[in-house]
């Protein structure tokens, strides 16, 4: 009875080295991965999520403004739509627009 008991207190130490060996290798394949994966993305043209939220803004703001200009440009449209509204005076050059 001792001898087994023997063989199986001896079967779990190797299996905890084993458990053990195999956390060490699995700890080894994360770094590497780990390494390989940054020195990919170091290659890559990436940029900044501050970069990122810079550039954003400035499309949003470049939006705002073009969806203003927009406006103005059918309120010009609109007036120049208006009878009468085509023989005013052009930016002072004393012309009007039919000439």
């Known amino acids: 009875m001792q001898s087994q008991n023997r063989f199986f207190d001896d079967m779990a130490r190797v299996a905890a080295g084993a458990v053990g060996a195999l956390a060490g290798v699995r700890g ?44 103005r440009i059918e309120a010009l449209e609109a007036r120049l739509a208006q009878p009468g509204g085509g023989s005013q005076n052009r930016a002072g050059t004393g012309r009007t627009s039919t000439s």
């Open 28 to 71: 080894e394949i994360e770094a590497r991965l780990r390494d390989q994966l940054e020195r990919a993305l170091a290659g890559m043209d990436l940029v900044s999520r501050e970069e990122f939220e810079a550039v954003k803004a400035m499309a949003a703001k470049a939006r705002e403004e073009q969806e203003v200009l927009l406006q």
